[in-house]
């Protein structure tokens, strides 16, 4: 029963600094000088406290930032409205909202959006587009005030995992469209808690780094989720070849 | 003599020279001569003086502040938990001693996995969503740098609880406990648990509560192997070796109603190693007890229970080990992914396992069928008469499985109420318990670990206020009855 290790990287991907400071250390694929980076690294790391008290200081300093990105925003709905606050949670996070019947609302290169949903009181939020986004399980009691949410997006979200998915219930009512492409957390024990989204029309489920067996997992989740269109995974990945597409090799038997 | 030595220069060194070697150059007996003389001094001394320390690599220290009894999942919460709440950074020298390192009969290893907040307890259900944050968060508590992240595989498919006509207020009442304590658990009606769950035969069930957050099963190994490293990043030392003595020293005091009591304090732990008569005496100033099934034992060993019974002295610690059977079986038509941990209304629970059309799971036997705790074999034929019928009955599609596997753990069961032990003896003044949860104590244990750390650093629970669950009650015959058992 020992999981696989899988390195997950903290740092945004914006960041090109001294990158190799903040990794957990693991297996990701390293080139040439990010390999002997990573060695001279875990070696320092090994004979020196203060290399291992840094590396903990600035993983810590990472992990704050997080938090603080996910910090509860459920105090704006007095004043503003619950749809307002969520919106404010998403484009604060570099994401996109869509009021009913507006045009979307994106935050341009510098992090700065239009003012203008603050007025947008009673208008429900139709649509979330937080790809890239570093919610987190924290992060979701912003995302759930907006009720009505009919269209889902959190595409190479590095914090979404398992826990994450199973908070998404309450919008079953309204939500039809969700995407998971490429998060690196969310593996098949995670998409086996959105058969809560009985009304759920779209699910991309792409790229998924941590889903042992792709091809038998859209099987499942299609099974699970009738009504649904269950997109990104070709059912045939994963099988072995037939016995005529095996390459003639007459010492190993054909397998079944 | 001397005019013969003299022109063979200064360089030959002290010792009369051989005849026969007139040439020069060391004799090319020299190496003989230095044993020779090596040999000489051996047999006059006593004892070899050029030896090598004997090695004691595999002995615990001589001197440690506190002594954790037992390495499982509890154990390790408890070091943890130490470690974490010190004032100052290495401030505690903590020691834990595991009889067994393969953990062979260990119940954290043989455990099904699963956690849940479906309990009548409050304090039950607060341990337990303590111990759901601590594992979603756990590699920020569990960092260690170098090492890979923690993968848990938590399976967030949640609980799901079927009760039956008698049962179904009690479940009524202890999901609004539940929800009142903050748990996410909401009730559903036969039609409903049809119209989610197709598969499900609703014969003879009322009511069913389902878990839809912080519920589920996940791996104890990766648990146990994250405590691990993280305890020996803290500096935790670990000892493989089995608890055979304490040494302990009385005082006779008066109590405010003026009876003498003896209260005892243990000032030294004997570790014997394995397959040995060696043994280290360790002194210590706390010992916990987190031996799980065999936690009775070594409470004994500290003479807890030697007394008249009836009294104080004379009550024992009510934990014994419970064989538990959990078997694997495959259904190529069973319940699909979505399946989450089903408890039948008659004791028998099952969950999915993995992708492929496996499940495992079990049942409780009665009070009047318990198996003999002896070793771990399996029987078979329990699941034949006592577990399927059920699994069929209530799953239509379980008429046909094949059993694939199963195995044995023990239950570190409080025969008292089924409820854990957690903190100090009245009488043994230095001996904290963390034991006796009864198949709840993988899911229970980072609380447990915190507030028995509370209790040691502090001197009362700050976090979760396990009051109820003290040694006390055992004397005084109060139950903290737990009514969700599996």
């Known amino acids: 029963m020992a999981a696989p290790w899988v390195s997950l990287r903290l740092v945004a991907p914006m960041w090109n600094g001294t990158r190799g400071i903040h990794r957990l250390g693991g297996a990701v694929v390293p080139e040439g000088n990010q390999k002997k980076e990573r060695k001279m690294l875990q070696f320092l790391n090994k004979h020196f406290y203060d290399v291992e008290a840094l590396r903990g200081y600035l993983l810590q300093r990472e992990m704050s930032k997080v938090h603080l990105k996910n910090r509860s925003f459920t105090w704006l709905e007095e004043q503003h409205g619950p749809y307002s606050a969520g919106a404010f949670f998403i484009l604060k996070q570099g994401g996109a909202v869509k009021f009913r019947d507006k045009e979307w609302i994106r935050p341009d290169k510098y992090g700065h959006f239009s003012p203008e949903f603050w007025n947008f009181r009673e208008v429900p939020v139709e649509a979330v587009d937080a790809s890239d986004c570093e919610i987190n399980y924290e992060g979701l009691d912003n995302l759930l005030l907006l009720k009505e949410l009919q269209s889902l997006s959190l595409q190479r979200c590095p914090h979404v995992d398992d826990w994450c998915l199973s908070r998404l219930y309450p919008l079953a009512d309204s939500l039809q469209e969700l995407s998971l492409a490429g998060c ?47 997109v990104g995974v070709d059912w045939a990945e994963g099988l072995k070849l037939g016995p005529e597409e095996q390459p003639q090799d007459t010492a190993s038997p054909v397998p079944a | 003599m001397i005019r013969r030595v003299l022109p063979h220069g200064l360089g030959r060194g002290l010792l009369t020279r051989r005849p026969g070697t007139r040439r020069g150059g060391f004799s090319l007996d020299w190496d003989g001569k230095v044993s020779e003389i090596k040999k000489k001094i051996k047999s006059i001394l006593p004892g070899t003086p050029c030896d090598v320390l004997p090695d004691t690599s595999h002995l615990p220290p001589e001197h440690s502040d506190v002594v954790i009894v037992g390495g499982g999942v509890l154990g390790l919460s408890v070091a943890y938990w130490l470690k974490q709440l010190e004032n100052r950074r290495g401030g505690m020298q903590v020691l834990v001693v595991e009889r067994d390192h393969t953990y062979s009969q260990a119940s954290t290893g043989l455990s099904v996995g699963g956690i849940c907040q479906q309990f009548s307890l409050p304090e039950n259900i607060q341990l337990s969503l303590f111990s759901a944050s601590f594992l979603r968060n756990i590699n920020e508590y569990l960092a260690v740098t170098n090492a890979p992240p923690l993968d848990l595989q938590f399976n967030p498919s949640g609980y799901l609880l079927l009760a039956s006509e008698k049962d179904a207020a009690a479940m009524e009442s202890n999901v609004k406990v539940q929800k009142q304590e903050g748990a996410k658990v909401c009730l559903m009606s036969p039609d409903q648990l049809r119209n989610k769950f197709p598969w499900i035969n609703t014969e003879g069930v009322a009511l069913a509560s389902y878990g839809m957050e912080n519920e589920g099963w996940f791996d104890p190994w990766c648990l146990l192997h994250g405590l691990r490293q993280k305890l020996m990043s803290m500096g935790v030392f670990f000892c493989q070796g089995e608890v055979t003595r304490f ?5 006779r005091m008066m109590t405010t109603d003026d009876e003498m009591v003896t209260l005892k304090s243990i000032h030294e732990v004997h570790v014997k190693m394995d397959h040995s008569l060696e043994y280290q005496p360790v002194e210590c100033a706390i010992v916990i007890n987190a031996a799980g099934a065999w936690s009775a034992q070594i409470a004994a060993l500290a003479g807890i229970g030697k007394g008249p019974p009836g009294t104080l002295q004379g009550t024992k610690l009510p934990v014994e080990p419970r064989k538990r059977y959990v078997y694997v079986w495959h259904c190529p038509q069973g319940p699909g992914l979505e399946t989450p941990l089903v408890a039948d209304t008659s004791g028998a629970y099952f969950r999915r396992e993995g992708l492929g059309s496996n499940y495992l799971g079990g049942r409780s036997p009665a009070e009047e069928e318990e198996p003999d705790p002896a070793n771990l074999e399996v029987d078979h034929d329990f699941f034949q008469e006592k ?52 198949g709840h104590g993988l899911q229970q244990a980072p609380g447990v670990g915190r507030a028995v750390a509370e209790m040691i650093l502090e001197g009362s629970f700050q976090t979760i206020d396990l009051s109820p669950f003290l040694f006390n009650r055992f004397y005084l015959g109060e139950k903290t009855q737990e009514n969700n058992i599996m």
């Open chain 1, 184 to 230: 690196p957390r969310v593996s098949e024990r995670g998409l086996a808690c959105l058969h809560h989204l009985q009304n759920l029309r779209r699910l991309d489920i792409s790229d998924l780094p941590a889903v042992s067996n792709p091809g038998l997992t859209q099987i499942l989740v299609e099974e699970m989720l009738p009504n649904c269109q269950v």
């Open chain 2, 247 to 251: 040494v302990t020293s009385s005082q």
């Open chain 2, 387 to 438: 577990v399927w019928p059920h699994l069929a009955l209530r799953v239509p599609a379980f008429e046909t499985l094949k059993v694939q596997t199963a195995w044995a753990g023990y239950y570190d069961y409080n025969t008292f109420d089924q409820n854990g032990v957690v903190g100090p003896h009245p009488l043994v003044v230095n001996m904290y318990f963390a034991t006796g949860f009864s």
